[in-house]
């Protein structure tokens, strides 16, 4: 058994420690049954569920699940869309994200895939220094798609 401050109380019967437990105002924990003897710890179990919830949170909040954002754009962009793009990307790299960024094309575009290219390497470029490309560009049916990951 196990004492509220984390010492170790011996080895004591099952009544023994419901006894200790009621005379000190707590409950009876019972951390794990696959030993021999059982291990069990004397705990306020509303704060020790507390504790258990907030351990939980924080490990969830540390554990940064990998997200990535879409930036879309089309192979005729002006040069102000292009920049608030490239700064929509620049900020998500900055905030630990990956960046999906797809140019599609629609109609008679296709035949330009070239200019699609271009603007790829031309976002690429203003990103260099805050992230880089994972992969090749990929042509997927009527767009070209690039992942880029920040470093």
Known sequence: ?????????????????????????????????????????????????????KKDKQNKKNTKSQVTKEVKMGPKISSNDFQIKLNRGIEF??????????????????????LGRVLLDKYIKGIQEIGASAADVAAAGKSLVVILSPK
Request: charged share 25%.
């Open 1 to 53: 058994m196990i004492d509220e401050e984390g010492q170790q109380a011996g080895v004591v019967t099952v009544e023994k420690a419901r006894e200790m437990a009621s005379q000190r105002g707590l409950d009876l924990l019972l951390v794990t049954d696959s030993t021999v003897p059982p291990v069990c710890k004397l705990v306020n179990y509303g704060q020790f569920k507390y504790q258990q919830q």
């Open 93 to 114: 790299l900055q905030k630990g994200y990956k960046v999906k960024l797809s140019i599609n094309f629609r109609g008679r575009e296709i035949m330009h895939m070239e």
